[in-house]
């Protein structure tokens, strides 16, 4: 039957009560597997949330990062939006990292990323334009170093670096956005992509043709 007129209009409250109460399914992942709860109302139904732990979202393209403006390239930690402190002093269990669009101006040096390979593992997602360092990658893919695996540009950005003649200051595309994970953790791979056509089973490939620089040292003093 329909409502008399007597009755009182549905408010935003009864509206926010029902969403409230919608059934949630909430995927957790450890040790490589995933687990399922269901939760008959909102995760987010709640009186407050302890402390910093908030859900939060942030854009990325408002981030202002720090930059070197006379020599060398700055160490990635320069870059980091969100950090996740662990219970031992100067160790994260993650940091968010964004490359975004910026001025490239240091003199007399190695402009793009340099080789290198630390304690940490991290993996880099490509989302929109060209990353300096790698010529070749496109939006959509994904980079893993896992720790103490040394890596840096490819070939093709290595031989442009070093023949370059000018130290004219060069802008990285305003269409180009790259986000890190970096990680104490050794992060493990699941199958799927793992074994998906689109792995780059090539990508090693990528250092091949490094021109070598240094003359290799003499066997006698």
């Not at 409250?13 to 450890?30: D, W, Y």
């Amino acid at each position: 039957s329909s409502s008399s007129s007597s009755s009182p209009p549905a408010s935003s409250s009864s509206s926010s009560s029902s969403q409230a109460s919608t059934p949630f399914m909430i995927l957790h992942k450890l040790g490589g597997n995933l687990f399922l709860a269901r939760c008959p109302h909102s995760p987010f139904d709640v009186v407050g949330w302890y402390g910093n732990h908030v859900p939060f979202m942030y854009d990325i393209s408002n981030f202002c990062p720090v930059n070197n403006v006379r020599f060398d390239h700055a160490d990635p930690s320069v870059f980091t939006i969100l950090t996740a402190p662990s219970v031992t002093p100067g160790v994260a269990i993650v940091d968010v990292v964004a490359f975004p669009p910026r001025w490239s101006v240091s003199e007399k040096t190695f402009r793009p990323p340099y080789f290198h390979r630390n304690t940490a593992s991290e993996f880099v997602a490509y989302l929109k334009g060209k990353y300096e360092a790698k010529k070749k990658i496109s939006a959509g893919s994904a980079t893993l170093h896992v720790c103490m695996s040394p890596h840096g540009p490819d070939a093709e950005t290595c031989r442009a670096e070093t023949t370059r003649e000018d130290e004219m200051p060069q802008k990285l595309p305003d269409d180009s956005m790259a986000v890190m994970f970096e990680t104490w953790a050794i992060p493990r791979l699941a199958g799927g992509p793992v074994e998906r056509a689109c792995r780059d089973g090539e990508y090693v490939n990528c250092w091949k043709d490094i021109p070598e620089l240094f003359p290799k040292a003499s066997n006698s003093l």
